[in-house]
């Protein structure tokens, strides 16, 4: 077996949302920090998108960080002063690590 060590070198936030009012009674997510953890940092290509006048540019980067106990896809990560939507997550092991996938849209 191969074994290919992670450099787990990047401190990533993961927050978590709560539905709240706002001034005008609609709801909006108010996030606060939930779990921090040291984790691998893989980027991939982004992509750009025009729709209804409005351009709107994807990154897709992928954290590995030790496992997080009920981490979801409602969730999301504080990385680099940007915040990244969990689009998938791939517990590695028997609880070991968690691979997740996510977008940045700007």
Excluded at 8 to 23: C, F, S, V, W, Y
Excluded at 63 to 78: A, M, N, P, S
């Amino acid at each position: 077996m191969n074994y290919v060590p992670i450099m787990m070198d990047r401190k990533i936030i993961i927050q978590r949302g709560t539905p709240t009012k706002n001034a005008s009674g609609g709801e909006v997510l108010t996030w606060s920090d939930y779990k921090t953890r040291w984790a691998q940092v893989q980027n991939f290509s982004g992509d750009e998108n025009t729709t209804s006048k409005k351009e709107t540019a994807f990154q897709k980067v992928v954290f590995t960080c030790r496992y997080v106990d009920g981490l979801t896809e409602k969730d999301r990560i504080q990385y680099s002063g940007m915040s990244y939507d969990i689009t998938q997550i791939i517990e590695e092991g028997r609880r070991h690590f968690h691979t997740i996938h996510t977008e940045y849209r700007k």
